[in-house]
């Protein structure tokens, strides 16, 4: 997705800018560009391609210029040019916008600002904002941003130079985010913390409509009212050192073999063994509130989906709460019902996902109260929902989300257990049981990462199959959809995660010998209904790839490969039953010659509807 980045300072603004937008790479992107302000003129270079591309260009640039711009462009309007990569500028090229989001009333102000005579250059949504900043455009530029700002419908953020002002940078944000770096004699802003993390570690988040004017030594934060805003500098603790690939080839990988630690990040402190229950602090709810909660709506995309739908067994099964899942996407639009109690749970790892973000912008205004489980601190939809739970997996940078996964699948478990304890619903003998086998999630998911080897080995094997399927019941339907949905990301082979007992419904036509199916067969009170489902696939000629409990014979003569999970209480089998599914697409993509952490048309962060 679409990425922000702008400096001004007394340093090389061309080589900041450039590291800035190799940090944000990871987000998705088709074409970049960056503007400096140079001797009252505006220098620009934009392409269609990747940013290798710009180290040569950029490094011929003339040196000495200290304010610019820069832009990672992931093409929602207009397709991925040159001429419609960001930098936008007005007629006279004096005004230069880079922007993140959508303009949906952009073509009735493009026909509006054409009658007036302004010429557009590209066939970009973007391109009103510098026009329609040059038509407010009489004393100052400030003012002239805020009038633009009114006509625009849509979710943007904003970095705006001007040649008339040549030490300022302008911000601007709607929907999209947008931080300020405070650094000493130098101001940054970014769409995203990571290009940040490197020069400071001092950030302001603009909110809903504010407008940041932006000098080396100041920063005047103020409102489409021209009311000027007191905001808070947050120190952030995010390690720029950890943002590498730890020697290892890809983010992915690091990110898979991270899980061990990034699970228990995601219980540290919060197992109160002396109550048998979870304490998670930022949930700012009373007692009375959570006892008074009669169901749970769970939302998310992609993968954070795919969390939801098991959140939505723990809470049935551990805390008898009728629960429910929507995407995001959908819930926004359908007006939904939301029963008075439902406490609204909407899980992102970035927690920018626009369609996230507005589900349960909808469910506040319904009057639900929501609660966000995020991975990135200080991220909109954390902010917006007030209350939550943050993963703390680190940042994932890999566009396959891997650890924030297993973090998620924690966290609601923890949650569960909250409710499940409060509630009575759960003896304390079986509080303690749940807790013991959380906290030893780390040790025995760095045993299952110790048969990465075994798992490369039928990645091997398989990597020529065009197709695949993945089938699991309970727990484990959601992990077959998230295998195969792996799959799809990072090799574009074609997966489908289907119940297994549905086969027989439809799917099964599709098995023969060039079929491989992945199957999820733990240890569980229903493992011998997926027996019989896999020995109908079986006597079809279908390779089986089957995930099973150490040990564990049952399997043994239905299967052609078999891999490994250490035996855990079901409803924490997901979270050891994934990794091998997650290093199986890993393997398979590297096969296939895929650029697994930047695959072909996906953003890790989706900012647009
Ligand atoms: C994008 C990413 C997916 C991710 C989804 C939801 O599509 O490519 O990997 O699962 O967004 O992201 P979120 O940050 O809301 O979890």
Known sequence: MCGIVGYTGFKDCASILLKGLKCLEYRGYDSWGFSFLKDENLVTIKKAGKISEAEEIVNDFPRKSFTGIAHTRWATHGFPTDINAHPHFDCR?????????????????KKELQKEGHIFRSETDTEVIPHLIEKYYQEDILSAIRKAMLRLVGAFGLAIISTDEPNILYGARRGSPLIVGVGDKEMFLSSDINALVTHTRKVIYLDEDEVVKLTPTSFEISTLKEEKMQKEIHTISLDAVSLGKGGLPHFMLKEIFEQPESLHNAFRGRLDYGRAISKLGGLELTQSEMLSVRGIKLLGCGTSWHAALIGKYLFEELARIPAEVDYSSEFRYRDPILLPDTLVIAISQSGETA????????????????LGICNVVGSSIARECGRGVYLHAGPEIGVASTKAFTSQLVVLTL????????????ARREGLIALNAIEALPCLAKRVLKKAEKVEKIADLFYRYPNFLYVGRGYQFPIALEGALKLKEISYVHAEGIPAAELKHGPIALIDENMPTVVLATESNILDKVKSNVAEIKARKGKIISIVTEASREMDDLSDFKCSVPPTPHFLAPILSVIPLQLLAYYIATCLGCDVDKPRNLAKSVTVE
């Not at 004096?94 to 102000?109: D, M, P, T």
């Not at 949650?415 to 759960?426: D, H, I, T, Y």
């Open 355 to 370: 369609d996230t973000l507005a589900a349960m912008k909808e469910a506040k205004r319904k009057g639900a109260k929501v």
């Open 93 to 109: 090229m004096k005004i230069a916008v880079v922007h993140n989001g959508i303009i949906e009333n952009y073509l009735e102000l």
């Open 415 to 426: 949650l569960a257990l909250l409710f499940a304890r409060m509630k009575g619903v759960m």
